[in-house]
């Protein structure tokens, strides 16, 4: 058996995340590995044009990793997705969304991902599989299956669960692997977890911090309420374990990357240890494990989200003029205006996942960000800043200096990445949006 019996049941009979097709009348999803703008940046140093390029979504659900690329990739040149999936309802939701989006750059696939050396469905610039690799019985073999089929220069975006985030929810699995224990009936499960919920005591651990979680039921229903307490196989990792399990399969992890639930800046341990002595020390491990300090500082990682490739060094660094510093979405907080505000003051920001965080600006940083618009690069805007200054002789290398510590931190948000000035801008998730308007039912 390629798959867990179990599971695909459950994503024939509750296909997740719910989907209502009608809902792309109203609206585009966008998926956070998935952006052309991240996927440039993190695996190909800002320097892939995306023309003639293959993405496969592997455990494809009810379509919107699918949808998103092939809504971006419609705009380049001879580039296809194809989707995979075990379950037939998911996909029958997945190609509604996508027929009322008129995309015919899709191609549907029912099947296992761990069938994918025999599918002859050819190599992949990109393969996205998130939120299905932590439910094979196998995670090792689902990941070198996956690798069987990724072209020698191409990447993953990956999502597994965190276990030490999610570890309420597991404590809440267990509970109603005990109380179903002789159920056989689905729906039956899903009815004896809602009296559960409703009876927990303010003593239980998920009760505790039940906010966190109950925004998924009230969005899903049932659905939500199997997925997240009945599922059959659920695999949750820490830091050290991902690192192992990516790198014994032949694969570097590239970096971890943010989402409106966590950040990048929440495995960094300065982000909650202030003690320059400890700090210190802590800076002396490989940098996995100072990765696994922040997760168990943090308490908040309920998901990894990463890329990870065969190559080393694919992420485009603050280093090359010709590099195009640009916002993933429109500028967030009035950034530039605090800093043109607030010359050489500190700068209080919140990440997405509530993280508090200060950074002072260099004494460039107002003059460079006036001009940093998306499509100039950092040497035009460098020779703007200079011609500001009167013809001020400070060298772009001093420039890239001044501005590092403001990108470094915008960065690590998620917010500020680079692209070469060789390639194409990308179509913003805003402009994406309002195609939505001219579509059918």
Known sequence: MNYLREVRKQYENYPYPFRDPKDEKKRLLTTEDSFLEKINHYCYAGK?????????????????????????????????????????????????????????????VHGSL??????????????????????????????????????????????????????????????????NEEEEDMQVKVENTKRLLADLPPSNFFKRSEKEWLSEVEQYGDIGIYDLFLHSHDHGFDVLELYDWVESCGFHLIEFIGSKFESKIGYEPQTFIRHPALLKTIAKLPRPKQQAIAELLSGLIQRHSFYCSRKTKTIARLDDPDDVPFFLNPVPLGIPEMIEKSPGRKISLMSPDQISLQFLPGKHSAAIFRHLDGRRSLKTIFNRVRKEGHGTKVSNSELLEDFRPTYDILSNIGWLLLRHHSVQAFTSAALLQERVGSLRL
Not at 78 to 83: A, M, N, T
Not at 133 to 147: F, I
């Open 114 to 179: 761990l069938e994918l050396p025999e599918l002859e469905l050819g190599t992949f610039n990109y393969i996205n599989c998130v939120g299905v690799l932590h439910h094979l019985e196998d995670h090792h073999a689902g990941l070198q299956a996956l690798g069987s089929v990724l072209a020698e220069d191409g990447c993953m975006g990956i999502m597994v669960y965190g276990r030490n985030g999610r570890t309420p929810v597991y404590q809440m699995q267990e509970l109603m692997r005990l109380v």
């Open 48 to 108: 892939q044009d995306f023309n003639n390029y293959r993405a496969l979504v592997a455990g494809g659900g009810t379509g919107s990793a699918a949808i998103f690329l092939a809504e971006q990739l419609c705009r380049r040149k001879g580039s296809e997705v194809v989707y995979l999936d075990i379950s037939k309802k998911s996909m029958e939701v997945a190609q509604k969304r996508a027929a009322i989006r008129d995309l015919d750059n899709i191609t549907w």
